[in-house]
């Protein structure tokens, strides 16, 4: 990526920066040469009340004769200190209300204000974000998450930030690129937002001479007043959910992201990948791939959202001791360098380097041994408290579900009622967490129609437990999954290969996989 | 985990109490009986049913660790036992791993039990010779072990450490021989295993083979008692390898009517499939012998041609053959002669 390693940025970033500087000291330059000759000594940066009134006093004279330079030399003025996080921009505002009335002023302020923010904003993201990232990579990625999570209503939020004096200005301009606030949220949000605080300040200061200090400026009933109005704008989101409607549904369920199972055929068949929101059930032959495609899953859902996944973790409840864990290592780094070659063309890397990397990915899935049933129901009930804990659990797979029931259970009417209590349970979690649960079968041999067939376990006393149902099979020599029972997905089947790298789809030239 | 008692898990004390006056004193008790069972037989109301039963699932669940720590003990341990035959050491990634189970399958006369012999001399080298220098258990239902081959294939792998003073007479002293007659004694010495796993320092555990005893045993049990005889052992020896981290090698038998057919499934059947992590297939067919490797997760099936040697198993060619589809799970055994035993198959059976 052309970036020294003990250097955050690259050589383009600080020509950028210089850029910007250069320009504005060219505006300021144009203006300067462009005034007629006189006394300019009270030409300095507003520090005090004095100085505004200072300067209103000798700027009312040239405001109606040299209109043009004084509006582009306050502007130059004005995103000169935004850009730079030079305080006394309050003054600035003062001054405009003094020279150019409520109306001028106000649309002048903001102007000036917006287009501040904007360069602050893309200054910080140039030279902000990769210091940030060196510095302090995981307090960042929480940041991150928390403003992915809020997306909806990120605009009734930073609405809320602006309109209030809850954070400085300046603040907001250089953190929002870094925990990745889109522009066109932050664009909005300021123009609207700056246009209640510029209001009091411009109109303060048409009545400047009166003003002992900057503190009458502000007093209580603007503040409150300002509160109010950014209460109004954050409501939205503080409303409670009712009962959804079936549109509401639909709405949500198309943000949310299905997970990948890295076989794009495979994901065509699923409607994208595996639905949260759902339990789905595959079952298998042993051998056919159904642990990999556990811990492929697993994998998958740790994908970044700016690599278009749903960066979230896993939970894997394994009762056979079938999770090797090299195995899982050997499926990250498959899914990392896919990522990487997919997304090459991106000279700056998307998130904290320190995200993508074998370990974290590892960290981010959580394993339970379970040794009988008896665990495996303490583990699915304990999963309830562990949800609360760790929100961003996004897939529970559960492997295999029915090994320690099918022995051990004297009465089966019991064991019946103890699975349908663990399936209703696990079909509550992903609703209530907005996850996906995906549970691993066995196939057993069942005495039907005369003949042994295989069959899933437990299949007529489990069958109701699930919303989708697939099965993997032996298609010739190829792997086929088939779409066995979904209320929404057509019945369907689409070949798949399990490869070094872990589930991919089937290359035309089904050659070898060769040995790592 | 789940024979933990209800009385030291800190609930509140009428509630422990009600507990046990309806006899309820273990985890495994009250997670066994659906929500209302439980509410209807102790008398009491759903919040606190709800409350007890987090409470007890939050003490019998097992504890939850992220695979990253998993990684690092793995490293710790070593991982694997290699088997010196390239090939498949490369394929599998280092060789048997440990704390896990793996099935050697094929008819009989095929060469498993010199595959097991060898893996138990590997075992019981010395670090400098790339062994794992610890004790080994055989546990020999079939009378198989002969001692004189032992000692034959020693000598001929390793002659530099065979033929000096009392080495040879110190590897074998480390493998033990068992040979239970029956299931039970076989689960009798399994129990008694993990202690001296420990005390004694066994680096493998090898049982060779699980069919001969289950055969015996399913000939005699009511059906009802089978599912429970061939889960109890299986399920043991898999929670025993993961344990103690050892590796832990099964063989098992085929069964088959005729003397040239292809079988699905070993005897066992599908319930063995499942459990174990990975399994070699050794079969015969045109005119050779191969390893096959099934089921493996970090490895694509590929097989291996051998012969059987003075020196225990060598492989033809390292560079395996590739088999995909159902041919993975088949076992050809063309040209040997095949013992059959019984008159028909077990496919009802649930193991």
């Known amino acids: 990526m052309g970036r020294n390693s003990k250097f955050p940025l690259s050589r383009c970033e600080v020509a950028a920066a210089v850029g910007v500087v250069a320009s504005l000291g060219l505006g300021l330059a144009a203006v300067y040469f462009s005034m007629p000759s006189s006394d300019y000594s009270f030409l300095k940066l507003p520090r005090?009340?004095?100085?505004?009134?200072?300067?209103?006093?000798?700027?009312?004279?040239?405001t109606s004769d040299y209109t043009i330079q004084v509006l582009v030399g306050y502007c130059t003025v004005y995103i000169f200190m935004q850009t730079f996080m030079i305080p006394g921009t309050i003054f600035m505002s003062l001054l405009a209300g003094a020279l150019f009335g409520v109306v001028r002023g106000v649309a002048l302020v903001v102007f000036a204000a917006t287009a501040g923010a904007s360069s602050c904003y893309f200054l910080s993201y140039l030279i902000g974000r990769p210091l940030v990232f060196s510095l302090w990579p995981d307090k960042l990625s929480f940041f991150q998450k928390q403003v992915a999570r809020r997306r909806e209503k990120l605009l009734n939020y930073m609405l809320f930030l602006r309109v209030t004096p809850t954070l400085p200005n300046t603040f907001i301009n250089v953190a929002s690129p870094i925990v990745d606030v889109p522009y066109h949220i932050f664009f909005l949000a300021t123009i609207i937002g700056l246009i209640p605080a510029a209001y009091v300040t411009v109109r303060a200061g048409i009545a400047i001479g009166e003003l002992r200090s900057v503190a009458d400026l502000y007093d209580f009933q603007a503040i409150a007043t300002l509160f109010l109005i950014g209460i109004v704008s954050v409501t939205p989101t503080l409303i409670s959910r009712r009962a959804q409607t079936a549109w509401d549904m639909l709405?949500?369920?198309?943000?949310?992201?299905?997970?990948?199972?890295?076989?794009?055929?495979?994901?065509?068949?699923?409607?994208?990948?595996?639905?949260?929101?759902?339990?789905?059930?595959?079952?298998?032959?042993?051998g056919i791939g159904k642990t990999q495609l556990g811990i492929q899953l697993a994998v998958n859902v740790q994908i970044p959202v700016q690599y278009g996944g749903l960066g979230g973790k896993a939970v894997y409840i394994d009762t056979e001791g079938s999770f090797m864990v090299e195995r899982a290592h050997q499926i990250i780094e498959g899914c990392i360098a896919d990522l990487f070659e997919k997304f090459e063309h991106r000279k700056q890397s998307l998130v904290c380097p320190y995200i993508?990397?074998?370990?974290?990915?590892?960290?981010?899935?959580?394993?339970?041994?379970?040794?009988?049933?008896?665990?495996?129901?303490?583990?699915?009930?304990?999963?309830?408290?562990?949800l609360e804990e760790h929100k961003d659990v996004k897939i529970i797979v559960v492997d295999s579900i029915t090994f320690h029931f099918r022995r051990d259970f004297d009465d089966l009417a019991m064991r019946t009622r103890v699975l349908g209590g663990m399936s209703s349970k696990l079909m509550r979690f992903t609703k209530k967490?907005?996850?996906?649960?995906?549970?691993?079968?066995?196939?057993?041999?069942?005495?039907?129609?005369?003949?042994?067939?295989?069959?899933?376990?437990?299949?007529?006393?489990?069958?109701?437990?699930?919303?989708?149902?697939?099965?993997?099979?032996?298609?010739?020599?190829?792997r086929h999954a088939y779409i066995d029972k979904s209320p929404s997905l057509r019945s369907a089947s689409a070949p798949f290969q399990v490869t070094s790298k872990g589930i991919r789809n089937v290359t035309s030239n089904c050659k070898r996989v060769r040995m790592m | 985990m789940s024979n933990k008692l209800i009385s030291q898990m800190g609930l509140p004390s009428s509630l422990a109490n009600v507990f046990s006056a309806r006899n309820i004193?273990?985890?495994?008790?009250?997670?066994?009986?659906?929500?209302?069972?439980?509410?209807?037989?102790?008398?009491?109301?759903?919040?606190?049913?709800?409350?007890?039963?987090?409470?007890?699932?939050?003490?019998?669940?097992?504890?939850?660790?992220?695979?990253?720590?998993?990684?690092?003990?793995?490293?710790?341990?070593?991982?694997?036992?290699?088997?010196?035959?390239?090939?498949?050491?490369?394929?599998?990634?280092?060789g048997i791993p440990f704390g896990a189970l793996t099935e050697l399958v094929g008819p009989s006369g095929i060469g498993k039990t010199q595959f097991c012999l060898k893996l138990a001399l590997l075992a019981a080298l010395p670090s400098s010779y790339?062994?794992?220098?610890?004790?080994?258990?055989?546990?020999?239902?079939?009378?198989?072990?002969?001692?004189?081959?032992?000692?034959?294939?020693?000598?001929?792998?390793?002659?530099?450490?065979?033929?000096?003073?009392?080495?040879?007479?110190?590897?074998?002293?480390?493998?033990?021989?068992?040979?239970?007659?029956?299931?039970?004694?076989?689960?009798?010495?399994?129990q008694q295993i993990q202690l001296i796993i420990l005390q004694h320092d066994v680096k493998l555990l090898i049982v060779d083979s699980m069919a001969a005893i289950l055969v015996g045993e399913n000939?005699?049990?009511?059906?009802?008692?089978?599912?429970?005889?061939?889960?109890?052992?299986?399920?043991?020896?898999?929670?025993?390898?993961?344990?103690?981290?050892?590796?832990?090698?099964?063989?098992?038998?085929?069964?088959?009517?005729?003397?040239?057919?292809?079988?699905?499934?070993?005897?066992?059947?599908?319930?063995?499939?499942?459990?174990?992590?990975?399994?070699?297939?050794?079969?015969?067919?045109?005119?050779?012998?191969?390893?096959?490797?099934?089921?493996?997760?970090?490895?694509?099936?590929?097989?291996?041609?051998?012969?059987?040697?003075?020196?225990?198993?060598?492989?033809?060619?390292?560079?395996?053959?590739?088999?995909?589809?159902?041919e993975m799970s088949t076992i050809r055994c063309e040209g040997l002669n095949v013992l059959v035993e019984g008159a028909e198959p077990f496919p009802h059976l649930g193991c």
């Open chain 1, 48 to 62: 005090t009340l004095e100085d505004i009134q200072d300067l209103r006093d000798n700027l009312e004279s040239y």
């Open chain 1, 251 to 286: 709405s949500e369920e198309q943000m949310q992201k299905p997970i990948t199972t890295g076989c794009e055929e495979l994901d065509t068949i699923l409607g994208g990948g595996i639905q949260c929101k759902a339990v789905t059930e595959i079952g298998g032959i042993p």
């Open chain 1, 356 to 386: 993508l990397q074998p370990n974290s990915f590892l960290a981010n899935i959580f394993y339970f041994r379970v040794c009988s049933y008896t665990e495996q129901i303490a583990a699915v009930n304990y999963l309830e408290k562990f």
């Open chain 1, 433 to 478: 967490h907005n996850l996906a649960v995906v549970l691993l079968n066995q196939v057993t041999t069942k005495f039907v129609d005369g003949s042994f067939q295989l069959t899933l376990a437990l299949g007529d006393s489990w069958s109701h437990a699930c919303t989708n149902r697939i099965i993997l099979y032996w298609n010739g020599n190829e």
């Open chain 2, 25 to 94: 004193l273990t985890a495994k008790d009250a997670l066994s009986l659906p929500e209302f069972d439980l509410m209807a037989l102790l008398d009491v109301d759903r919040d606190q049913v709800r409350t007890a039963v987090a409470r007890i699932s939050e003490i019998a669940c097992p504890p939850c660790r992220t695979a990253l720590s998993l990684m690092e003990d793995r490293a710790l341990t070593g991982g694997y036992l290699p088997t010196r035959l390239l090939g498949l050491d490369r394929a599998l990634r280092g």
């Open chain 2, 130 to 190: 790339g062994g794992l220098n610890g004790r080994v258990i055989y546990m020999d239902t079939e009378s198989k072990f002969h001692s004189t081959r032992l000692i034959e294939i020693g000598r001929s792998s390793f002659p530099h450490i065979f033929n000096s003073e009392g080495m040879a007479q110190e590897m074998a002293g480390r493998i033990i021989v068992l040979r239970p007659a029956s299931l039970d004694e076989l689960t009798e010495s399994l």
């Open chain 2, 219 to 326: 000939e005699r049990s009511t059906t009802g008692q089978k599912q429970h005889s061939c889960h109890l052992p299986l399920s043991f020896l898999k929670s025993l390898a993961e344990f103690s981290q050892i590796p832990i090698v099964v063989t098992n038998q085929v069964r088959s009517q005729n003397n040239y057919e292809v079988v699905h499934y070993p005897f066992q059947g599908i319930q063995w499939a499942h459990a174990v992590t990975i399994r070699l297939i050794f079969e015969a067919h045109s005119g050779q012998r191969f390893i096959k490797i099934s089921k493996s997760p970090t490895s694509p099936a590929i097989a291996f041609p051998f012969l059987v040697k003075s020196s225990g198993i060598a492989l033809l060619s390292d560079e395996g053959l590739e088999v995909t589809g159902s």
